[in-house]
């Protein structure tokens, strides 16, 4: 064996040794020194030059040197002027101040923010500055003060850009989870909505939080989604979909299984039903987890509206997802296999169309659906300034001149103009997105067997759907299995004094709402007589 191999598997064997030491010198306690603390301060961060350090003197006759670090950018520097150095440097009662009752006095009388604690060790220390915390640090006391001054630039609450309504709350959440959770809090003012917190990610160590309502969601599901967050073992959590793709129960679909949104009515009512939202700091997108199929085509302002309207309106989202998905492979499968279904001055027009293309079918649509899902993704990366005139232009140009070149007929453009528009009327982009996919396969099935490989390509959709779960809870329900009572807000959206009851295998607490909560407005009759014993009584 060459020796540079023989050094390095030397290396490999020493390595978890030298992460033991480093990780007990790590948890190790702080020392006594004020000097020998801010020294290995600067070790363990490098030196970094975001690190600031203020020095002062407290106790009787300034007689004990103190510190406090925090770091630029991430802190609230006008709370650590007003409210720590201030009280610390002026306050009368730092006379009483010794080495002994320094940190206990500080955090008892002196210091007047709200969130204090003591660290001991050097795990806590660190994890505390890179939280945005300011440390307190007294020569000749071996614990520091930490003291929440969390803060630094934030993004402003803005309106959706992904789930946009006309009639409903226009705030979306943002990168900051402290804002995220407060905007929820003021939807739902309840001691029940309870919060969980943890740091996930060796390296990032990534605050994510857990929100339910105690007494409505299911208490097996919160049990098994903290369970599999505590589980999460990796270096970084840089956004939602990192947590989505380590807890999700099966991986091997194309459908989503967890839901996510970026508005806070939609987190407050999915908790209202029982469900679970996962918060993760530095995104604007919320997990909610389970989820079910008929929730992707469900959208905020369908509970804001009449149900008439919003039932026409989300079958109407169903239909177009529909089409989204088979519109392509039904043209490949009547123009191969079954002209005989189409009337005959219609197949005539499209036999005198496709009679310069010099491909079949199936290459036709292949070729036009990849080339429309190319500039859809170059349209996204590009500017926003010129992302959608490029998209627009490039569409129309390359068509016409397919189609003047004679690569393509007009009907295949115009059936992957009214596909492409179908897949935007569905509400969540996870699922737009499958079904973009699950194109090709029925494109596929309709070029080999016609109608009869678009029905087993469904089928086979079907019986995969089926066998979904999130989170325990099947994915089609309450279609399949069938619930009746859970119904009432799926494919239909019944009025909501008809809704009572949350849904199934949801939720521990079934019952919504009390009985009679349909609106009786009083009879014609009965105001007109009302209306006359008050005029008879004003008279006398």
Request: include cysteine.
């Amino acid at each position: 064996m060459p020796s540079f191999f023989k050094n390095q598997k030397s290396k490999n064997k020493l390595q978890p040794q030298a992460d033991q030491t480093n990780n007990e010198q790590t948890v190790s306690s702080l020392k006594n020194l004020l000097s020998e603390n801010l020294t290995l301060i600067k070790e363990k961060t490098g030196n970094s030059s975001d690190i600031v350090i203020r020095h002062f003197k407290i106790g009787v006759n300034n007689s004990l040197a103190a510190a406090i670090v925090y770091i630029e950018g991430i802190v609230d520097n006008q709370a650590i002027q007003d409210y720590l150095l201030q009280s610390l440097m002026k306050d009368n009662q730092k006379n009483d101040l010794n080495d002994q009752n320094a940190l206990e006095l500080i955090s008892e009388d002196i210091v007047t923010m709200g969130n204090v604690s003591f660290a001991d060790n050097w795990n806590d220390l660190l994890s505390s500055l890179m939280s945005g915390d300011s440390l307190l640090i007294v020569d000749g006391i071996n614990r520091v003060l930490s003291v929440s001054t969390q803060g630094g630039e934030k993004r402003a609450i803005a309106e959706s850009t992904t789930q946009m309504v006309v009639r409903g709350p226009k705030g979306a959440f943002t990168e900051s989870i402290g804002t995220n959770l407060a905007m929820v809090r003021r939807i739902i003012k309840t001691p029940d909505l309870w919060l969980e917190s943890m740091k996930i990610g060796r390296v990032t160590k990534t605050d994510v939080t857990l929100m339910y309502i105690h007494g409505i969601a299911n208490d097996k599901v919160v049990k098994e989604i903290r369970k599999r967050l505590k589980n999460i073992d990796i270096d970084s959590i840089l956004e939602s979909g990192y947590v989505e793709q380590l807890i999700e129960d099966q991986m091997v679909t194309p459908f989503p299984t967890i839901y996510n949104t970026e508005r806070p009515d939609v987190v407050a009512g999915n908790l209202l039903e029982g469900r679970i939202a996962i918060f993760v700091d530095g995104t604007p997108f919320v997990l909610i987890a389970p989820a079910l199929f008929i929730q992707f085509f469900q959208s905020a302002e369908d509970y804001y509206a009449r149900f008439d309207i919003a039932t026409s309106i989300r079958l109407l989202r169903v239909f177009m997802f529909m089409i989204s998905l088979i519109a392509p492979a039904t043209y490949v499968a009547v123009t191969t296999f079954h002209q005989e279904m189409v009337p005959t001055t219609l197949i005539v027009a499209l036999a005198a169309q496709r009679e310069s293309v010099p491909f079949p079918a199936f290459v036709e649509a292949f070729f036009m659906e990849v080339t429309f899902e190319i500039l859809r993704e170059a349209g996204i990366r590009l500017p926003k300034a010129i992302g959608s005139a490029v998209s627009i232009v490039g569409a129309l140009v390359i068509g016409q001149a397919a189609v003047q070149a004679g690569i393509v007929s007009p009907a295949m453009v115009i059936i992957v103009s009214i596909t492409a528009i179908a897949s935007f009327a569905t509400p969540s982009f996870d699922m737009a997105i499958s079904a973009r996919l699950i194109r090709f396969l029925f494109i596929l099935g309709a070029a080999t067997f016609g109608f009869y490989g678009i029905i087993l390509i469904l089928l086979m959709g079907v019986g995969h759907l089926c066998s979904l779960r999130s989170f325990g809870v099947p994915y089609m329900t309450p279609l399949a299995p069938f619930i009746p009572v859970s119904n009432e807000d799926t494919l239909l959206r019944l009025p909501w004094w008809t809704m009572r009851r949350r849904p199934k295998l949801i939720s521990d607490n079934k019952v919504r709402q009390s009985k009679h909560q349909k609106p009786e407005p009083p009879s014609s009759r009965g105001m007109i007589n009302q209306e006359m014993e008050e005029d008879d009584q004003n008279e006398t």
